[in-house]
């Protein structure tokens, strides 16, 4: 087990710098918002469509509950002195598939043209009965 994750830390670029907590909502759960290599990797973890204003959680349309998820990445980007473009990787949990569309009209609307990779999954639950979920790794 040390070795494989040894072996991640030496492919994610090196030792973690630190996780950050920014204008985005607290963590539902132990973990940090973001964590940052020393070779520039930032790793957001999964943002689910909470108003980091009202602290409430988006509920219903899943082109608003989309908005607002890519809005808290945003958030984590600029406060890591990046934007979308440095984006590589993003996955993305729904609780129906059949939001799929919907949500990538919001999603790519938020890059210019370079998407980054990308896969969606369908799953049972997501934490505080959220329709969305998306994590995202970032490279400057």
Not at 39 to 47: D, E, K
Not at 57 to 65: D, E, F, P, Q, W
Request: aromatic fraction near 8%; charged fraction near 20%; charge should be positive.
């Amino acid at each position: 087990m040390k070795k494989w994750i040894l072996l991640f830390v030496f492919l994610a670029g090196g030792l973690l710098v630190k996780g950050q907590e920014i204008n985005t909502p607290k963590p539902v759960a132990p973990y940090s918002q973001s964590v940052m290599t020393n070779s520039g990797i930032l790793f957001i973890s999964g943002q689910i469509p909470i108003n980091p204003k009202t602290k409430e959680l988006v509920k219903g349309a899943i082109k608003a509950a989309t908005k607002q998820v890519m809005e808290n990445i945003g958030a984590i980007l600029k406060k890591n002195s990046m934007d979308y473009s440095n984006i590589v990787k993003c996955t993305v949990f729904l609780t129906d598939i059949k939001d799929y569309s919907a949500v990538n009209e919001v999603y790519g609307s938020f890059f210019k043209g370079k998407y980054p990779a990308r896969e969606a999954i369908q799953v049972v639950h997501l934490p505080l009965g959220a329709i969305i979920e998306i994590s995202a790794i970032a490279s400057k």
